[in-house]
C-alpha cells in the first residue's frame, strides 16, 4: 500500500484509521495499480451514473470476483444490487468508487462520466471522482472517540485545503452545512455525542450525512442495513430513497433483503458469481429468477400476487426463493 503525504495529514487530522480512509475521500492505492495520464473531461450535465464494461476481477488467491461485468445506469437511478453472500456485490461497488482494480487488461470504469480505471489501471486523475462519489459502509465508518459533528465534517476533507483539514479547522458555513445534514437524517439533536455512543442506525445515518455534506452525486452504498433491525433499516432506506427522490442522487444499495429492493428500488441488477444474471425492472423479478439468483432450490410450491408494493410476489414467495440463500 502507498499513502500519499496529503492524504496522511488529512487522514490524521480527522483521526482516521487507515481502513477508514476511503470514506473521506482519502484513498490507499494499490502498489500496482498505476496512473493514467489526466483524461479528458466530458460534460457533466447528463451523463450516465455509471458505466461499467467487460471488468472482471480476480483475487491473489485464484477467486474470480467478476466475469465480464457490463452496466449501465442513468443519472438519478436507484438499484438495488443483489445477490447471494460472496456473489461479488462489494466487488464491483470498491470497483466502481475506485477503491481496488480490475484484472490487468480488464475493461473500464466510468462514474459520472469521468473514468475511474481502465485495463486495471487507475486514472491519473481519480480523486476528482473520488471526491464526488458518497462510499456508505455496512460497519458505518466513523471515528468513534470524535464527535458527530465531526465526523460529519470529515465530508468537506475532498475540497479544503490540507492544513484546515489537519488543524480540524472549518468554517461556519461548513459547520452549518453539517448541521443542516444532521437534521435531515434527524439526528441534529446528537452532533455533539461521541459518534462511538450512538446506536448502528443512528452512526449509518451520520454516514448518510457525510456523504450529504461531500455533495456527493451518487451514493454507493454496500449493505447498509444488514446490521441494522428491521425498524431502523427501514429508516435508513427510506432516508436514502428521499435524498434520491428530492435531490436526485442516484443511489446503487447492496442488498440481502429481497424485500428492501422491491420496496425502494424500481430497478434491480442480481449477480451470482461474479455475474449479471439480471438487470432490469424490479416488477419482472419472479421466484424463478430469484431461485436462479440465490441458485435456491424450493420444493414450496410458487405464489403471485397482484399486490404492488411486492412486484406481484407475496412474501412467502420471496422467502421460498430465497430461504436457502
Ligand atoms: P459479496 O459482497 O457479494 O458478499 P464479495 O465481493 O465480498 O461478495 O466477494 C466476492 C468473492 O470474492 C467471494 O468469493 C470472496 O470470498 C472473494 N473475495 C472478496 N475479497 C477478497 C479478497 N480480498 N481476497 C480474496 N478473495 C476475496
Ligand atoms: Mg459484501
Redesign the pocket.
Given at each position: 500500500m502507498r499513502i500519499r503525504v496529503s492524504d496522511l495529514c488529512g487522514r490524521f487530522a480527522a483521526g482516521i484509521p487507515p481502513v477508514e480512509c476511503a470514506t473521506y475521500g482519502l484513498y490507499l492505492e494499490p502498489r500496482a495499480a498505476k496512473r493514467e495520464a489526466v483524461q479528458v473531461v466530458e460534460q457533466p450535465s447528463l451523463m450516465p451514473a455509471v458505466q461499467v464494461s467487460n471488468l472482471n476481477k480476480t483475487f491473489r488467491s485464484g477467486r474470480k470476483a467478476l466475469c465480464g461485468i457490463k452496466l449501465h445506469v442513468g443519472p438519478g437511478e436507484m438499484v438495488a444490487l443483489l445477490g447471494a453472500?460472496g456473489s461479488g456485490?462489494?466487488?464491483l461497488l470498491r470497483n466502481m468508487a475506485g477503491l481496488t482494480v480490475g484484472d490487468r487488461g480488464s475493461g473500464e470504469v466510468r462514474m459520472l462520466g469521468r473514468r475511474v480505471q481502465r485495463n486495471g489501471v487507475l486514472a491519473r486523475d481519480v480523486r476528482i471522482v473520488r471526491s464526488r462519489i458518497g462510499f456508505i459502509f455496512?460497519q458505518f465508518n466513523l471515528v468513534g472517540r470524535l464527535s458527530l459533528l465531526t465526523n460529519v465534517l470529515a465530508g468537506t476533507l475532498g475540497r479544503v485545503p490540507v492544513w484546515r483539514g489537519t488543524m480540524r479547522w472549518f468554517t461556519a458555513a461548513e459547520k452549518a452545512l453539517a448541521m443542516d445534514a444532521l437534521a435531515q437524517v434527524g439526528i441534529a439533536d446528537y452532533a455533539a455525542q461521541r459518534a462511538s455512543t450512538l446506536s448502528g442506525g443512528q452512526q449509518q445515518r451520520a454516514a448518510i450525512a457525510r456523504a450529504l455534506v461531500q455533495q456527493a452525486e451518487i451514493i454507493l452504498a454496500?449493505?447498509p442495513i444488514a446490521s441494522l433491525d428491521p425498524e431502523t433499516a427501514v429508516r435508513v432506506m427510506e432516508i436514502l430513497s428521499q435524498i434520491n427522490r428530492e435531490k436526485n442522487i442516484g443511489v446503487i444499495v447492496?442488498l440481502h433483503q429481497v424485500e428492501f429492493a422491491l420496496k425502494y428500488c424500481s430497478r434491480v441488477v442480481a449477480l451470482r458469481d461474479g455475474e449479471v444474471v439480471y438487470d432490469g425492472c424490479t416488477e419482472n423479478l419472479t421466484p424463478d429468477l430469484l431461485r436462479e439468483i440465490y441458485n435456491a432450490q424450493s420444493s414450496r410450491p410458487r405464489e403471485r400476487s397482484a399486490k404492488p408494493g411486492l412486484g406481484g410476489l407475496t412474501k412467502t414467495a420471496f422467502n421460498s426463493a430465497t430461504d436457502t440463500a
Amino acid at each position: 500500500m502507498r499513502i500519499r503525504v496529503s492524504d496522511l495529514c488529512g487522514r490524521f487530522a480527522a483521526g482516521i484509521p487507515p481502513v477508514e480512509c476511503a470514506t473521506y475521500g482519502l484513498y490507499l492505492e494499490p502498489r500496482a495499480a498505476k496512473r493514467e495520464a489526466v483524461q479528458v473531461v466530458e460534460q457533466p450535465s447528463l451523463m450516465p451514473a455509471v458505466q461499467v464494461s467487460n471488468l472482471n476481477k480476480t483475487f491473489r488467491s485464484g477467486r474470480k470476483a467478476l466475469c465480464g461485468i457490463k452496466l449501465h445506469v442513468g443519472p438519478g437511478e436507484m438499484v438495488a444490487l443483489l445477490g447471494a453472500s460472496g456473489s461479488g456485490k462489494s466487488t464491483l461497488l470498491r470497483n466502481m468508487a475506485g477503491l481496488t482494480v480490475g484484472d490487468r487488461g480488464s475493461g473500464e470504469v466510468r462514474m459520472l462520466g469521468r473514468r475511474v480505471q481502465r485495463n486495471g489501471v487507475l486514472a491519473r486523475d481519480v480523486r476528482i471522482v473520488r471526491s464526488r462519489i458518497g462510499f456508505i459502509f455496512q460497519q458505518f465508518n466513523l471515528v468513534g472517540r470524535l464527535s458527530l459533528l465531526t465526523n460529519v465534517l470529515a465530508g468537506t476533507l475532498g475540497r479544503v485545503p490540507v492544513w484546515r483539514g489537519t488543524m480540524r479547522w472549518f468554517t461556519a458555513a461548513e459547520k452549518a452545512l453539517a448541521m443542516d445534514a444532521l437534521a435531515q437524517v434527524g439526528i441534529a439533536d446528537y452532533a455533539a455525542q461521541r459518534a462511538s455512543t450512538l446506536s448502528g442506525g443512528q452512526q449509518q445515518r451520520a454516514a448518510i450525512a457525510r456523504a450529504l455534506v461531500q455533495q456527493a452525486e451518487i451514493i454507493l452504498a454496500d449493505e447498509p442495513i444488514a446490521s441494522l433491525d428491521p425498524e431502523t433499516a427501514v429508516r435508513v432506506m427510506e432516508i436514502l430513497s428521499q435524498i434520491n427522490r428530492e435531490k436526485n442522487i442516484g443511489v446503487i444499495v447492496s442488498l440481502h433483503q429481497v424485500e428492501f429492493a422491491l420496496k425502494y428500488c424500481s430497478r434491480v441488477v442480481a449477480l451470482r458469481d461474479g455475474e449479471v444474471v439480471y438487470d432490469g425492472c424490479t416488477e419482472n423479478l419472479t421466484p424463478d429468477l430469484l431461485r436462479e439468483i440465490y441458485n435456491a432450490q424450493s420444493s414450496r410450491p410458487r405464489e403471485r400476487s397482484a399486490k404492488p408494493g411486492l412486484g406481484g410476489l407475496t412474501k412467502t414467495a420471496f422467502n421460498s426463493a430465497t430461504d436457502t440463500a
